[in-house]
């Protein structure tokens, strides 16, 4: 079963916006992953930030973690149409290596 | 570019049919997985084979036979599927390690059961 949860669930901006993407979780983790996936094809890592750490940066893209919330949070800055994809968080811990899938937030980038 | 390959891209079988999904990493994980994926749903975990042996089978079908012929290859044989089985089949491969590593994923097969 999945434990992140996504919102929105779809996301409309355009171009040179930018674009937060929120995932809740229920128990406790170890770190917390971020993947993209395009139409049709395979999910590419962006990002993972651990349970110790509360903010990380990577080129364009901003992740906090909130452990007291059970929440974390994506920022795509200066979106471009390129961002348009599907972001899924994954959790990891509670004794697995194997890290467990949102729902995913679908991102609409309009040139 | 995916470092994680899969083979064939595109797959239509009928339910009597038997074919393979393959896949194939280099970079020497040693853990390999097999995801469904439907649409605008999250991958869903089937299989996991760490250090060639299965080790996690989330309640699959047997119509699903997974192998990992050694640390690079796995397999997905089909047979009697179901139209309800058309989806995206990912294979990812992750180091092994106390806590989640990344994975990575390859760029999937799409699987239509007629």
């Known amino acids: 079963s999945q434990q992140g949860e996504e919102d929105p669930q779809a996301l409309s901006i355009q171009e040179g916006e930018n674009a937060t993407m929120n995932c809740s979780y229920k128990?406790?983790?170890?770190?917390l992953q971020w993947y993209r996936q395009n139409s049709g094809r395979g999910l590419v890592h962006l990002i993972l930030i651990r349970s110790n750490e509360r903010e990380k940066h990577s080129g364009r893209l901003r992740v906090t973690l909130d452990t007291s919330k059970k929440s974390s949070s994506l920022l795509i800055t200066a979106s471009r149409a390129a961002d348009t994809a599907s972001y899924f968080c994954?959790?990891?811990?509670?004794?697995?290596?194997?890290?467990?899938f949102g729902r995913g937030t679908s991102l609409i980038v309009h040139p | 570019d995916t470092e994680v390959t899969q083979t064939p891209k595109h797959l239509v079988m009928g339910m009597t049919n038997k074919k393979s999904l393959k896949c194939e990493q280099h970079?020497?994980?040693?853990?390999m997985y097999w995801y469904k994926q439907k649409a605008k749903k999250p991958p869903e975990l089937m299989f996991v084979?760490?250090?060639?042996?299965?080790?996690i089978n989330e309640s699959v079908p047997s119509r699903f036979s997974p192998e990992c012929p050694n640390s690079s290859l796995l397999n997905l044989h089909l047979h009697a599927l179901q139209p309800e089985d058309s989806a995206l089949y990912l294979c990812?491969?992750?180091?092994?390690?106390?806590?989640?590593?990344?994975?990575?994923f390859g760029e999937g097969s799409r699987l239509t059961v007629l």
């Open positions: 084979y760490s250090y060639e042996k299965l080790s």
């Open positions: 990812a491969s992750s180091q092994l390690r106390g806590d989640t590593g990344e994975l990575f």
């Open positions: 970079m020497g994980h040693r853990a």
């Open positions: 994954a959790t990891g811990g509670g004794g697995s290596y194997i890290p467990t």
């Open positions: 128990t406790s983790i170890n770190n």
